[in-house]
């Protein structure tokens, strides 16, 4: 058994991803957990390209790494003080949480493990190869997203821009000073 | 070798660290960055399987992408939630000075 880039590459992103997920969800500074996030989000890009979907890894370090991360930690900022720094992070029913996150692992990785779907799969190193060669997926997405003549997703993709204006009136609207 | 299942049991534990935080954290804001790990991990299964699927002979072109679709919808909406969640935070801040889920308890059974 050859190790190859892709393998190697997977797990050191696969164990980057999973640290700092636990270090989002166990720290108990609440800043140190929104950077924790950062790198969470940024490691999950490296997953996108690994997986041969360029388009996605860069919406992905544009929104959640760039976007999202700053209103959360302008959330933060904003609610400083609301917790006192004393007490736990966790609440009363962790060990219950617990539980019930370490059962649906279970269930959901012997899922993943007796499925016939899972079984017969492409590896991702000759996805790599076929993304130098092919030019990748973005040409193909934007047809898909906006093409007006043979089937896309043009109506959901407006449907979605409903949406996200919704969200922006509903989020000035429920967050000014009265 | 890296495989679908790879992608999908790391996916599974991702999700699964993102449950366990939005089950057991007190504050409003950590609650909602699990639930952005969540999203997180579920758009890996999703890209998996589109990219497993790159490969596969019987689909057309849209049936090939239709996971990244899917994963860019996800996105949208995960950014307009987190909006709308974050400026709900502020506001129950403004109002009552806490955003320890334990003590917003107006509607408790």
Redesign the interface.
């Known amino acids: 058994?050859s190790i190859d880039v892709?393998?190697v590459a997977?797990y050191v992103i696969?164990i980057t991803?999973?640290g700092s997920?636990?270090a989002?969800?166990l720290l108990r500074n609440?800043v140190h957990?929104?950077l924790f996030?950062a790198v969470?989000?940024g490691a999950?890009a490296g997953?996108?390209v690994?997986?041969?979907?360029e388009?996605?890894a860069i919406?992905?370090i544009l929104?959640?790494a760039g976007?999202?991360t700053i209103?959360?930690l302008?959330?933060?900022m904003?609610?400083q003080n609301?917790?006192s720094q004393s007490?736990?992070?966790?609440?009363?029913?962790?060990w219950?949480?617990?539980i019930?996150?370490?059962a649906?692992?279970a269930g959901?990785?012997f899922t993943?493990?007796a499925s016939q779907m899972?079984?017969g799969?492409?590896?991702?190193?000759?996805?790599m190869v076929?993304a130098i060669n092919g030019g990748g997926?973005v040409a193909?997405?934007g047809q898909?997203?906006y093409s007006p003549f043979n089937?896309s997703?043009v109506l959901?993709f407006e449907i979605?821009s409903v949406?996200?204006l919704?969200?922006?009136i509903?989020?000035?609207v429920?967050?000014r000073?009265d | 070798m890296v495989t679908l299942n790879s992608f999908l049991v790391l996916g599974a534990l991702v999700f699964c660290i993102g449950l366990f935080g939005a089950l057991s954290k007190r504050n409003a804001v950590a609650i909602l960055m699990s639930i952005e790990i969540m999203l997180n991990a579920v758009n890996i299964s999703l890209v998996a399987y589109a990219s497993s699927f790159q490969s596969y002979a019987g689909a057309g072109h849209g049936e090939r992408l239709t996971g990244q679709i899917f994963a860019i919808f996800i996105i949208t909406v995960a950014a307009a939630e987190a909006a709308v969640a974050l400026a709900m935070i502020i506001a129950i801040y403004r109002r009552r000075s806490t955003i320890d889920v334990g003590q917003i308890n107006l509607m408790r059974w």
């Open positions: 058994m892709a393998t997977f696969a991803l999973v997920s636990l989002v969800v609440i957990a929104a996030l969470v989000f999950a997953v996108y690994l997986l041969n979907a388009f996605i919406v992905q929104i959640y976007a999202v209103l959360v302008f959330a933060i904003l609610t609301a917790m007490s736990s992070p966790f609440s009363g029913q962790t219950l949480a617990a019930i996150a370490v649906l692992a959901l990785i993943v493990g899972a079984l799969s492409a590896n991702a190193s000759a996805n076929h997926s193909r997405i898909l997203l089937y997703y959901p979605a949406v996200l919704a969200a922006i509903g989020a000035i429920i967050g000073e």
